[in-house]
């Protein structure tokens, strides 16, 4: 067996969790692995709804337009009645987007594209998955993780750091931990496809047999691709045929069309919807992210989206660890990831409840993401009074600003990248904290760094807004409290050595 030097960080799993986490490692500078058990990349799109939030997560990774040009908007949803007339409706409420929600687009993309996006991001960061490559055993030690590593006939042992768990619902990782993975099956089956079709246009989601259960049939284009996507509840018992003439013969069946025909099947899938929630996500130097952790019904796109959040969430807590800050600064990923799970859970399964008793698929500001907070951390803390618009554990909002030299500032663009930022209400160009590395110092005010002519920051005199490198805000200070803002980064920054002094 081979043996390798040791790596801060072994992620287990491609998918969009694996990824998203490697891409943060990556721009971070980060020693990493990611292994993927399969041989090639993953070629469905089991999820294909990228929500507002992580939209915005995409922006930080230097991914968003390229997600927006590979995909697209989502269509109107279109319901049939018997008589083959229908009505269409919106996916959701309109609202275009403002200076503090810049996304606002029902962005639909097949998971394969996302995954083919972060793939390029991630090489030219200079990094790439190690396809075909199984973790198939690990043991915990002081100070890391030994992990067995098998590529065909060839085995390895490397020792990392820390080890994450992004191999999904049948996690290898959580099963060696002892994490039990309490919930329940939803009572549910259903078959989802990605197919060659003709006989239906592409400008709607069409939806047959509203309401009913046992015969309701959704297909819908996939953007950025020239697929179609069927979903549809099957039996619980018996194998559904999902080879292109039997899909074709339950649509057929279940909408009455003869017009309707499946060239060919890409991809398919049938599964028993649950809904489950590990009761642990980190155990000493191993953690769990995305389906790993969590589980639950399609409905209201919150499962990929949800994934990413976790990881990005993980990501930089990792970084600060390995460059020295205190190790209970990783308990806070279970702390503030989980709960937001087991709210997803319940939003999901309240959906699906909602769908099989009156039909459809719209979808509200609670899908959104955007009001995920975490104000209940032990990392949130409010020390002003006065500034009463943004609270600790808030997500950040974007704000259109004014530089110095003149030129309009997005909030957004002063936030992108691995740093922490603070935003200094100043009266000219002299930060009240000194520089460090990894924290961005921004003076706001008259003759300061930028100006927020609007008053969209609300900062008042002598204030201050400390934000995570995930966009949320950490902290807030007065005037008064300055002297509390390094107390604060302590927590989660390395120790300053004589080195960095």
Known sequence: ???????????????????????????????????????????????????????EVFEDLGIIDRIVAAGGLYPALREYS???????????EPRDPSPDVPYFIPLMIPQFRTEEVMRERLAELGHRVDFGCELIGFEQEVGGVRARLKKGAREELVHVSYLVGADGGRSFVRSVLGIDFPGQALGMRAIVADVGLSGLDRAAWHQFNNGDMARVAMICPLAGTDLFQIQAPVPMEGDPDLAAEG??????????????????????????????????YRVNRTFLVGDAAHIHPPTGGQGLNTSVQDAYNLGWK?????????????????????????????LSTRLLAGHRRQGGMRRGGDTHQLDIDYSGSSLSYNGSARDARFHA?????DATLTGAAGQPRRLFDVLTGPHW???????????????????????????????????????TEGGFLLIRPDGYVGATFDATGCHSVNDYLARCFPLPTPERQ
């Open 82 to 92: 018997e008589d083959d007339s229908y009505i269409e409706k919106s996916m959701g």
């Open 421 to 459: 930022t603070l935003l200094m209400s100043a009266q000219d160009y002299r930060p009240a904290v000194a520089a460090r590395e990894g924290l961005r110092a921004v003076t706001v005010g008259h003759r300061a760094e930028l100006r927020d002519p609007s008053n969209e920051l609300g900062l």
């Open 1 to 55: 067996m081979e043996e390798q030097g040791k790596l801060q960080v072994l992620i287990c799993g491609a998918g969009a969790a694996g990824l998203t986490l490697a891409i943060d490692l990556a721009r971070r500078g980060l020693s990493f692995r990611i292994i993927e058990k399969l041989d090639r990349p993953f070629g469905g799109s089991r999820g294909k709804g990228i929500q507002p939030r992580t939209q």
């Open 247 to 280: 899909l074709e013969r339950m649509i057929t069946e279940r909408t009455g069309r003869s017009d309707i025909k499946i060239s060919s099947v890409s991809w398919a899938s049938a599964y028993v919807m649950s809904a489950r929630l590990a009761d642990r």
């Open 393 to 397: 554990g808030k997500r950040m909002p």
């Open 318 to 346: 990792l970084a600060a660890v390995l460059s020295g800050a205190p190790d209970a600064l990783l308990d806070t990923y279970e702390e503030e990831r989980r709960p937001i799970a087991a709210d997803v859970l319940g």
